[in-house]
């Protein structure tokens, strides 16, 4: 079945550090990837997406490169600052958009 | 973008007692709304979909009866826990797609939080 295995937490840095969270996963054909963000007592936002092989996400100078062959979806920013702490979500949607999967979530906290 | 709003925040209530939590879209319109559990530290687990019109759709282990859910109109959906115990304590979000039925686009609203004494 559909799955996604993220990286556990927390992850703790330092300002301007680089950070990358792990994402892996296993589906049968296409199917689309995200990374969510869920801020100190907010909901999920839509971080960004890739909805096909070698497709990159950007936003917010986060970025996720769907690799196919090694099934990842890697969220990487090469200057973290205080504000990106954090819990980020690895996600999944099948090929046709009937299933969704979380990872279990990464806790980032960045300090000064 | 798109706003979900959810009602209450958080809320406490005594054991044996029934909880109504609502999701609204503010700014568009869900035919189609999905609800969520997320236990501490732990990912969000797919409850149920709500659908206007129509009964929702339970996800397999999730108690119908436990957890009641009417999709009133194409902006708002509720979630009525029912003779709550301490085991339902938990964070529900719910999250709606904007446009066409699908996963692909959701938009979640801020959770509200639920302590059962």
């Known amino acids: 079945g559909n799955s996604v295995t993220q990286m556990e937490g927390p992850v703790t840095l330092s300002e301007e550090a680089f950070l990358t969270i792990n994402c892996t996963y296993t589906?049968?054909?296409?199917?689309?990837l995200f990374w969510y963000v869920q801020y100190p007592g907010e909901g999920l936002q839509l971080l960004l997406k890739?909805?096909?092989?070698?497709d990159k996400g950007s936003n917010k100078g986060f970025e996720a490169t769907y690799r196919k062959e090694t099934t990842s979806f890697h969220l990487e920013k090469g200057s973290v600052q205080v504000s990106d702490s954090a819990v980020y979500f690895c996600a999944l949607s099948d090929q046709d958009g009937n299933q969704f999967y979380f990872g279990t979530g990464t806790s980032l906290t960045v300090i000064p | 973008g798109a706003v979900v709003s959810q009602h209450p925040s958080w809320v406490i209530c005594k054991s044996g007692t029934s909880v109504k939590i609502e999701c609204r879209s503010l700014d568009f319109q869900a035919t189609t709304m999905f609800w969520y559990r997320q236990f501490p530290k732990q990912s969000l687990m797919l409850m149920a979909t709500s659908n206007e019109g129509s009964k929702a759709t339970y996800e397999q282990g999730v108690e119908k009866d436990k957890f009641l859910i009417n999709h009133a109109s194409l902006t708002l959906s509720t979630l009525t826990v029912t003779s709550a115990h301490p085991e339902d304590s938990s964070f529900y979000i719910c999250s709606a797609p904007k446009g066409r039925a699908s996963y692909n686009e959701q938009f979640f609203g801020p959770g509200t939080r639920l302590t059962v004494l």
């Open positions: 589906a049968t054909g296409y199917p689309s």
């Open positions: 890739a909805t096909k092989a070698d």
